[in-house]
T-cell receptor, first 111, second 110 residues
């Protein structure tokens, strides 16, 4: 079952603008992760935020987590054409319990 | 794509034939996973294995089978019982909760 739900489904922006994607989930989690997928390729792990964290940064990426609202956001600042990809959130649980992935947001950055 | 390899990249089969997709990892990870992805969709879990000689069904296991005889290998067989096997198949392994994915195999059944 898919728990994470990304919003919007698709996003098109100009190069240099910021891109914000949101993820909502339904049950308690141990962590929330964001992944990136270029067309026809495997997913690449971007960032993991634990349930006791509220914000995390990695380069041009900023992730927030609001466990009271069961939501997370991924912000990509100063976007580049190379950021064009699909972005997925995944909810994580304890141990090696499988992640549950959402359907993704398709980001297009126009040069 | 880290230390996970999947082969082949593209696979074509006739309806009614079983086909086995390869997944190998050299990351020394205990847990491995198989996902199916359909166009414009997220990932759906087929099977996973947390340790050698043990595996569990995921959300859409019907028509698929797996084995885990070695830590490094987790092959997936798509059987003729799978009603709609054409899809993109992704293998992954896990360390500290983060998943590492292979490049995927695109299976087309006609």
């Amino acid at each position: 079952s898919q728990q994470g739900e990304e919003d919007p489904q698709a996003l098109s922006i100009q190069e240099g603008e910021n891109a914000t994607m949101n993820c909502s989930y339904k049950t308690s989690i141990n962590n929330l992760q964001w992944y990136r997928q270029n067309s026809g390729r495997g997913l690449v792990h971007l960032i993991l935020i634990r349930s006791n964290e509220r914000e995390k940064h990695s380069g041009r990426l900023r992730v927030t987590l609001d466990t009271s609202k069961k939501s997370s956001s991924l912000l990509i600042t100063a976007s580049r054409a190379a950021d064009t990809a699909s972005y997925f959130c995944a909810t994580g649980y304890s141990g090696n319990t499988p992640l549950v992935f959402g359907k993704g947001t398709r980001l297009s950055v126009i040069a | 794509d880290g230390g996970i390899t999947q082969s082949p990249k593209y696979l074509f089969r006739k309806e009614g034939q079983n086909v086995t997709l390869s997944c190998e990892q050299n990351l020394n990870h205990d847990a491995m996973y198989w996902y199916r992805q359909d166009p414009g969709q997220g990932l759906r879990l087929i099977y996973y294995s947390q340790i050698v000689n043990d595996f569990q069904k995921g959300d859409i296991a019907e028509g698929y089978s797996v084995s885990r005889e070695k830590k490094e290998s987790f092959p997936l067989t798509v059987t003729s019982a799978q009603k709609n096997p054409t899809a993109f198949y992704l293998c992954a392994s896990t360390e500290r909760g983060e998943q590492y994915f292979g490049p995927g195999t695109r299976l087309t059944v006609t």
